[in-house]
């Protein structure tokens, strides 16, 4: 039977959790409202990083130092590629800014795909999407 030492059994762990976290941080953004809401999106944690689902969260935000204490709501969406980008604009000009979520295609031609999605009194609607950009 191999012993291993604890030292080294921190390690292990410790580089493990390190990676996840790292990978976390790259399949995820996150863009305040201007209400003061946080929007997070996150591709699917298990899924390949070509295709799959993204989520995207609200949250209040009401305590600074703890941002996604206080969820809201929530919406998934299947995604052809990866997450490049999300941002806030009021593309249909009624004064709120919608969550954009602008998604890369992995395959040739790296093709972007878009949706948008108005946050409204504690709910989310996907308002448009457009592909193949």
């Known amino acids: ?3 291993i030492s604890v030292p080294i ?3 292990l762990f410790g580089c493990g959790t390190a990676h996840g ?3 976390q941080s790259v399949r995820s953004r996150e863009v305040y409202l201007p209400s003061g809401e946080v929007a997070v999106v996150s591709e699917g944690n298990i899924e390949p990083r070509s295709v799959g689902s993204y989520t995207l969260r609200i949250y ?3 305590t600074p130092e703890f941002p996604y204490d ?3 709501a929530g919406i998934v969406r299947p995604r052809d590629g ?3 980008s999300a941002a806030v604009h009021d593309i249909d000009m009624d004064g709120k800014d919608e969550v954009i979520v602008i998604i890369r295609n992995a395959g040739t031609g790296s093709y972007l ?3 948008a999605i108005q946050y409204n009194e504690g ?3 996907l308002l448009v999407t457009v592909n193949g950009l």
Request: aromatic letters at 8%; zero cysteines; a negative charge.
């Open 21 to 23: 976290a790292d990978l």
């Open 70 to 72: 206080d969820y809201v």
């Open 123 to 125: 709910s989310l609607t």
């Open 1 to 3: 039977m191999t012993r």
């Open 60 to 62: 209040s935000a009401s």
């Open 9 to 11: 059994l921190l390690l």
């Open 82 to 84: 990866f997450i490049e």
């Open 113 to 115: 795909s878009a949706d």
